[in-house]
């Protein structure tokens, strides 16, 4: 399996221009999480999906912020307009939702640098 | 919601002793407490996680111990290697929610 995979890997982008960040789940996951982290704050979870639905959003920073998931295969999570304070490293983990709790394995992230 | 306290944020041992980083938690119906390694510029593995039915649990040279009374938890590293330099994050999962809660990490430095 080759893990989560996010795309772009990095991404540097100017003020007030809209980003687009790409996550691929791990085949037969059902839950998907978006998290920022940032040297001030850590990390953060920004959402989460379990089966496509969106369940809790309530670490989206503010409006700018949104995310989706159209299929059990593919998520995105747009920003626009960018900010500065929008730069961060963005991963997004997915797992397997049961009876137990289990690991939530990341993907690589993306770099993002808002200019 | 939860909150996770990490201490310390930095922590220096002597190669081949032994490392303690500690957490606590607020939420009492939390469940599940995975630790966290992350290298520089790499993503968040987990190392060792327990749940909240058990008290200790221990894999090789790590292990964490949960105490649910006082709500806090905490990992030991012995006989600290090179490699174990990274930084270390703690985590929650609340009774009522699947995403976890992180503490703000500890940056562990093992010295020659």
């Known amino acids: 399996d080759a893990g989560v995979i996010q795309s772009p890997r990095h991404e540097v982008t100017e003020m007030g221009q809209e980003v687009t960040l790409r996550c691929k789940p791990i085949s037969g996951h059902n839950s998907l999480f978006w998290y920022r982290q940032t040297m001030m704050r850590g990390l953060e979870l920004l959402i989460y999906?379990?089966?496509?639905?969106?369940?809790?959003d309530s670490g989206m920073p503010e409006d700018r912020f949104s995310a989706k998931m159209p299929n059990a295969s593919f998520s995105t999570l747009k920003i626009q307009p960018s900010e500065p304070r929008d730069s961060a490293v963005y991963f997004c983990a997915s797992t397997l939702i049961g009876n137990l709790p289990l690991e939530q394995y990341f993907g690589p992230g993306t770099r993002l640098t808002v200019t | 919601g939860e909150n996770v306290e990490q201490h310390p944020s930095t922590l220096s041992v002597q190669e081949g002793d032994s490392a303690v980083i500690k957490c606590t938690y607020s939420d009492s119906a939390s469940n599940y407490f995975p630790w966290y390694k992350q290298e520089l510029g790499k993503r968040p593995q987990l190392i060792i996680d327990i749940r909240s039915n058990v008290g200790e649990k221990k894999d090789q040279r790590i292990a964490v111990t949960l105490n649910k009374t006082a709500k806090h938890f905490s990992l030991h590293i012995t006989e600290t290697q090179p490699e174990d330099s990274a930084v270390y994050f703690c985590a929650a999962k609340g009774g009522g929610a699947d995403g976890l809660t992180f503490g703000k990490g500890t940056h562990l430095i093992i010295q020659p």
């Open positions: 999906f379990n089966n496509n639905v969106p369940i809790d």
